[in-house]
């Protein structure tokens, strides 16, 4: 559950910057965060056993 947050706080912060702060580019590499921190939670999430 915590992955998600954090996937989803990066998400709501990269809009923020991109609209709010008026800096695209920051908007942009914050935005990037998202699949690393969704990559980073499958892999170190355990898998259920079959």
């Known amino acids: 559950m915590l992955i998600l947050l954090a ?3 990066s998400m709501i912060l ?3 910057i ?3 702060a008026d800096d ?3 908007g942009i590499f914050v935005g990037t ?3 690393s921190i969704l990559a980073l939670g499958a892999i170190l ?3 259920p056993s079959e």
């Open 45 to 47: 999430l355990p898998r």
């Open 33 to 35: 965060w998202v699949p």
């Open 14 to 16: 990269s809009i923020g």
């Open 18 to 20: 991109w609209f709010l």
């Open 24 to 26: 695209q580019l920051a």
């Open 7 to 9: 996937a989803g706080l």
